[in-house]
């Protein structure tokens, strides 16, 4: 997958690129590609990232893509620069299994770009946009269960609290009453149906930027793709796959994920407050830092970027670097982890 927030733009090599990565000289810049590193792309998307990686230095990069798409129309790509670039379809979250099976131990930097592609959003076929009439799908993967499954199939409280929790939507429980009274009369399956249900709810002024189905959408597909345990566990991959000095790069575009990487970033950097300087010290206190934080907030696009793209508004963009001590335990408590208790069953 790709940026939710990419534009066009062409490339030298390998052909043109379809879409070129928000904060891409940002991302690039903090990664600082190096002639014979090894750098990680967990989203490949259209390569964007890729490219630049691959044109700013002499490196090898690992690209990892669950959208089989993705990897495919990589083709060019990996022709142009042939054994500096591995494509592997996958999760980030299992780029530890990737990497060994790819004979790369350790990385000089690894790239989060998170969201759903420009591509995806605008092929109807895929089901991830109401601008477009397409089936509710909204797979990544192209595997599992669908968006439509989704709806159809859970219960309205389920419903709700999939909307209320992954999309911060505070008319969950109507749009979820909704949902499930139109699917007594027949089947939801397209976006459009599902779009109209939702502003049949919330309504819609003629002057409203944000269509009213927005974060209703958002928390269908964060839930069918299971995004937010994807990035949890691709962070804790990265601590453990980056040698000291490396660099982790993640891009957000909505505050569950930026929560999550400010979280997970403050907690191994030794930023997090102690409740009370007169509490005692845990051993959390007193492990060594795992990063070194490269910014103190996180880093937003300009005003340029966000006129010529304007799905770039909502990035953000968080950095550190790998110090040499071990890596915390992978425990989620503490970092913000939206917590869902819904029967998939």
Request: charged content about 25%.
């Amino acid at each position: 997958m790709m940026t939710n927030g990419s534009a066009m733009g062409t490339g030298t090599a390998g052909g043109p690129v379809r879409h070129v990565p928000v904060l891409l000289s940002q991302i690039i810049d903090a990664l600082e590609p190096r002639a014979n590193g090894i750098y990680i792309d967990g989203t490949f998307g259209a390569g964007g990232t890729s490219r630049a990686l691959l044109e700013r230095a002499d490196c090898i990069v690992l690209a990892i893509d669950k959208d089989p798409d993705a990897i495919a129309g990589g083709s060019d790509l990996k022709a142009a620069f042939a054994d500096r670039l591995t494509l592997a379809q996958g999760t980030f979250s299992d780029m530890e299994t990737i990497a060994a099976a790819n004979s790369v131990e350790r990385a000089d930097g690894i790239t989060f770009d998170l969201g759903v592609s420009s591509m995806q959003l605008d092929e109807a076929p895929r089901g991830f946009s109401f601008q477009s009439d397409g089936p509710l799908d909204m797979r990544m993967s192209q595997e599992g269960p669908s968006a439509a499954d989704v709806v159809n199939s859970l219960s309205e409280s389920d419903l709700t609290q999939i909307i209320r929790v992954l999309g911060e939507e505070r008319r969950a429980r109507a749009i979820a009453h909704a949902i499930v009274a139109a699917r007594e009369d027949s089947k939801i399956a397209r976006t459009s149906e599902l779009a109209n249900i939702v502003v049949s709810v919330l309504g819609r002024r003629p002057d409203e930027k944000k269509h009213p189905a927005t974060r209703t959408f958002q928390a269908l597909r964060l839930f069918v793709n299971g995004e937010m345990d994807e990035l949890v566990r691709g962070l804790f991959a990265a601590e453990r796959l980056l040698g000291e000095g490396g660099q982790l790069v993640v891009v957000t575009f909505h505050s569950l994920e930026d929560r999550i990487v400010k979280r997970f970033l403050a907690s191994r950097s030794g930023k997090t407050a102690r409740p009370s300087r007169h509490a005692p010290v845990s051993a959390e206190d007193e492990r060594a830092p795992s990063f070194r934080l490269l910014h103190r907030r996180a880093v937003s696009p300009g005003t340029d970027e966000v006129r010529r793209n304007p799905r770039a508004r909502s990035a953000r963009l968080r950095t550190g670097e790998r110090t040499s001590a071990p890596p915390f335990p992978a425990e989620v408590d503490g970092l913000g982890v939206p917590k869902l208790s819904v029967n998939t069953s």
